[in-house]
Structure formats: structure tokens, C-alpha cells
């Protein structure tokens, strides 16, 4: 069961603005997830979204998961400011290719930049989600290269697809609390704050900030009904 992004939760502050659907959701413990629904135009999306499917030089990598070698479920391709460290997950290395090689890309950073007045960012990971069956695991963005409050802005185009959010597994000594209660109620406590959904509108832009990464865990879960195409940009910095 996750909660739908209009429902607020109790003991939970959500911000809305007017205009082009603007949500501020704090997470508590200094995490904080950012929501606008219309970051961009129906139309100039799609423009975007035809770049991108054509012109970015796909790549679906062989990656390790568990100890075991597999295809990861989605396309990918990593863009990066020269100088950075190398940026390595799942026993996958992608090629860093350069903003220059894409100025509509340029031009999207451009945009994030200036609807997150302050944000910082000189990487980005492109995925393709080609159909219901590519996702990507319940994973956190926590590598050290970005540090220990990692901003990290998600741009979509495309399909719509869920977005989930849930907290990592709390301390022992919580869970041992927690254990004195009754299942029902325990079960009741993680389903109401623990979890949240968002649905990734074509043109939307989300954005997980603070110590999301460290105490939150986000996946894009498989869906049936989600045939068509979804590309997704996220825009992260490199700590130098």
C-alpha cells in the first residue's frame, strides 16, 4: 500500500503553489522531497523527448547484482564535467561523455538550475525505460562521490511511470520497540509514514534533497500497463 502524492500524511508538512503543481514534502530528519508536475510545456516536452530517444548513444550494460552478472532492465548513457571522479555502480563503469556533445541537455540543466535557485550539478545519468518491464530496483543514490547530502534532480519525458519512496530498515533499538507492539499496529505506523508514491508526469521534475539518500530508499517498479517509452535525467554533482 503507498500513499498517493495529494494525501497528506499525519505528522507530515506538504507545501503546495499554485501554477505549475509545486510540492514540498518534508520527510522529516532533514529529508525533503521537491514535486512540479508541469516543470515543462506538454509540447516543448515532447520535442526534448525526441532528441533524447534519437540522438543519445544508448547503451544497456551488463551489470552485477548479488554476486550474479545480468543486463540491467533500462538503457543508459552518463554525461559529466571533465575532472570528476569516475562514477561506478554495479560493477559497471559508463563512458563519460560531455555536455557539449548534447546542448539540448545543456539546455535542460539550464532550466533545473534556475527553478532550483542555489542547486549545483555537473553529472547526469540518462535512463530508457523502454516498456512495463524495464525498472530499477529499490536502491539510495549514497555513493561517496556525492557526498553526504546529495541533490539530486529527476526530469521525466515520456510514459508515466510510479515512483516509489520507503525508509530504509530502522535501528535495532527501534525495531525492538516497535517489536512490543502489536502487528497490526506496526504494520498500520509503516504504511502510513514509511511509504509514498509518485506518478512521474511527462515534463515533471522531482527532487530529493538533504539526507533523503541516506535514510530513504526510491525504485521504479516494474508495471504491466506502462508500454510506451519513459526517459528520465538525473542531474547530480560530483563532489571534487
Known amino acids: 500500500m ?3 502524492k495529494f494525501k497528506k500524511p499525519e505528522n507530515e508538512e506538504v507545501k503546495e503553489e499554485s501554477g505549475r503543481g509545486k510540492q514540498s ?21 515532447w520535442e526534448f523527448f525526441d532528441y533524447l530517444n534519437k540522438h543519445i548513444p544508448w547503451i544497456r550494460p551488463t551489470i552485477r547484482v ?3 552478472q545480468c543486463l540491467q532492465p533500462r538503457d543508459t548513457c552518463y554525461v559529466a564535467s571533465p575532472g570528476l571522479p569516475e562514477l561506478v555502480y ?14 539540448p541537455i545543456k539546455d535542460l540543466l539550464d532550466m533545473v538550475l534556475e ?10 545519468l540518462l535512463n530508457k ?13 549514497d555513493e561517496k562521490l556525492y557526498g553526504p547530502t546529495p541533490e539530486i534532480a529527476s526530469v521525466s519525458f515520456g510514459c508515466e511511470r510510479e515512483f516509489l519512496l520507503k ?19 506496526r504494520l498500520k505506523k509503516s504504511s502510513r509514514f514509511d511509504q509514498h508514491s509518485f506518478i512521474l ?15 530513504w530508499l526510491h525504485s521504479v517498479p516494474k508495471r504491466a500497463k506502462a508500454e510506451a517509452t519513459r526517459i528520465n535525467l538525473t542531474f547530480r554533482h560530483v563532489v571534487v
Open 90 to 103: 554495479s560493477g559497471y563503469k559508463p563512458h563519460a561523455n560531455s555536455w557539449d556533445d548534447f546542448p
Open 115 to 124: 527553478a532550483l535557485p542555489g542547486s549545483k550539478f555537473n553529472s547526469l
Open 201 to 215: 508526469k511527462h515534463g515533471s521534475l522531482l527532487v530529493m534533497k538533504g539526507y533523503t539518500q541516506r535514510d
Open 2 to 4: 503507498y500513499f498517493n
Open 25 to 45: 514534502i518534508d520527510l522529516g530528519n532533514g529529508s525533503e522531497v521537491i514535486y512540479i508536475q508541469r516543470f515543462i510545456g506538454f509540447e516543448k516536452s
Open 167 to 185: 525508509k530504509r530498515p530502522m535501528k535495532s533499538s527501534q525495531e525492538r520497540r516497535l517489536d512490543d507492539e502489536p502487528t497490526s499496529k
Open 129 to 141: 525505460y523502454k516498456g512495463g518491464n524495464d525498472n530499477v530496483g529499490w536502491h539510495a543514490d
Open 66 to 68: 548479488f554476486g550474479r
